[in-house]
């Protein structure tokens, strides 16, 4: 897909009335957190008051978050009407997401339904993937395929069926493959820009006020690896 602006720092992949799309780069935060950091919300809203020059307080609604150290798509809303369809599509699973993901150990399976629960440690902001149900875990699902081979590591395709916390990170760490530059996640070093080589590639769903069904695909970020593909 076309960056149709790249104003502000900001890639932007979709923009109309009701919904405007961004092509999140590492480091981002999506919206305010303890750091203090200014969120990518933030400048998204002063992006919209500048380019239709709104007077006032300019309304944006954060559909879905992105982890900090991952790339690609997330969507805002434009308005309350749109900001409560959209959370209804993301709550009933009536969105399909797509991720990419580097990993240098390759998956025993080429392809495969990953089904764990996750549990979620609240003090060290890290989550666990666990083969059987444990006390407070929600299950989670992903179907994953690999489609390249580039530099002795491995590119997945992963397909989400659930949306919990650090799904993805959790879920290729408890079978062996982390994702490259993930610490947190047992890969052996970081990246040099401090993210992670998981990006959120595609996103198709039906927008929530046209009805006009959706593709949004995101560029990956510009490395040796990601260039490769």
Avoid at 13 to 27: A, S, T
Avoid at 56 to 70: I, M, S
Avoid at 201 to 208: E, M, S
């Amino acid at each position: 897909m076309k960056i149709i602006s790249n104003k502000n720092n900001l890639q932007i992949l979709h923009e109309d009335n009701h919904l405007i799309v961004v092509n999140k780069r590492v480091g981002d935060i999506v919206q305010g957190d303890k750091t203090g950091d200014k969120p990518l919300s933030e400048v998204v809203k002063e992006y919209i008051k500048d380019k239709y020059n709104k007077p006032g307080e300019v309304f944006l609604g954060v559909v879905h978050r992105l982890d900090r150290p991952t790339t690609g798509i997330v969507v805002f809303a434009r308005t309350s009407k749109a900001l409560t369809r959209m959370n209804e599509l993301f709550s009933n699973r009536e969105t399909q997401k797509t991720y990419w993901a580097i990993v240098k150990s390759k998956p025993s399976k080429d392809e495969n339904n990953l089904v764990h629960y996750i549990k979620r440690n609240e003090k060290n902001n890290t989550s666990k993937a666990h083969s059987k149900e444990v006390p407070e875990s929600k299950l989670a699902s992903l179907d994953y395929k690999v489609f390249n081979e580039l530099n002795n590591y491995f590119a997945l395709e992963i397909n989400l069926h659930t949306g919990r916390h650090h799904q993805i990170r959790a879920q290729l760490s408890a079978i062996g493959s982390p994702i490259k530059g993930d610490l947190k996640y047992g890969f052996d070093r970081s990246n040099p820009d401090g993210g992670i080589h998981l990006h959120a590639r595609k996103l198709t769903f039906i927008h929530p006020v046209t009805k006009e069904a959706l593709t949004i695909t995101a560029p990956t970020p510009s490395d040796s690896i990601w260039d490769a593909l």
